[in-house]
């Protein structure tokens, strides 16, 4: 009989959550409901949307300005400050999807950057949370964007400068500890801002204890999700068979025979719906 194990922290994360419900919210009002973007990084949900009619953009031209009946959705992830302020004059009704944490650090970003200090980032540079966050740094500061401990050392800023060190919210916790503790060494008047969710550090403390209770870890989310990934290479670091999908189909039940105890944990763009149709898939095993 195969055990099924899940973790606590499957679905989406609140602000995701927050997100995907202000937009169903707007198609049940029978509006024309637009996202800037990708709304959430999985593809299985954008198809839902999609068919409930969501209708992803790439540019706010392509949305009829003069309709009363369209409404476009800001991501999760946020977007740069110019289009913001471009919506702000040109759109009559949008709705602010970012997630609180994500708005709280370009705040946080464009404060200090107005006080002088220069931004030192821990997150993907591709990443559109990290190219919204870096559209609120003042451009008489100096920024770098960092991805490891061992980027730190290429900073050319002097000990006496001022720095604001800030991550991006889905980064992995303990890497972001090292960055803290090497940067404390090297500059006086260093401020941190400790930005990375916490549900996103509950998630990856999940992950470590279930890929060691597992025989095998199944992580269910979108393949160009940064957090999702994350997961991938904590769970690896403890369990040596782990599986990345991000639909019912690309599950080979062959693959799992030899497998007594099967762990369960998603991405936090990841849908319950979602997880529990691979979970479905998976007691075929039983």
Request: hydrophobic residues 35%; proline residues 2%; glycine residues 4%.
């Amino acid at each position: 009989m195969k055990e099924i194990i899940f973790s606590k922290y499957t679905g989406f994360c609140s602000g995701v959550k927050r997100c995907i419900n202000l937009t169903e919210r707007e198609i049940l009002k029978n509006k024309k409901v637009f996202a800037l973007g990708e709304l959430v990084h999985n593809e299985q949900e954008i198809k839902r949307l999609s068919s409930l009619g969501l209708i992803t953009i790439n540019n706010i031209q392509e949305i009829n300005t003069k309709e009363d009946n369209s409404v476009l959705v800001i991501r999760a992830h946020g977007i740069e400050k110019n289009i913001l302020e471009e919506i702000n004059k040109k759109i009559k009704n949008f709705i602010n999807g970012i997630c609180p944490i994500v708005e709280k650090n370009q705040k946080i970003v464009y404060e200090y950057s107005n006080k002088g200090y220069n931004i030192i980032i821990y997150g993907d540079i591709e990443h559109p949370e990290i190219k919204a966050l870096i559209s609120y740094i003042n451009p008489d500061v100096k920024y770098f964007t960092i991805n490891s401990i061992e980027e730190t050392k290429k900073l050319n800023f002097l000990p006496k400068d001022k720095i604001l060190l800030i991550a991006q919210t889905t980064k992995e916790i303990k890497e972001y500890e090292k960055i803290i503790e090497s940067l404390k060494k090297r500059f006086k008047d260093l401020k941190i801002s400790y930005s990375i969710c916490k549900e996103t550090i509950l998630r990856e403390k999940d992950t470590k204890i279930l890929a060691q209770k597992a025989d095998c870890i199944v992580i269910i989310g979108g393949k160009n999700s940064a957090n999702t990934k994350k997961l991938v290479n904590i769970a690896k670091n403890y369990n040596q068979n782990v599986v990345l999908i991000n639909s019912e189909s690309e599950l080979n039940l062959k693959e799992f025979k030899n497998y007594n105890k099967i762990g369960i944990i998603s991405g936090a763009s990841t849908p319950k719906w979602l997880v529990e149709k691979i979970v479905k898939k998976l007691n075929l095993l039983s």
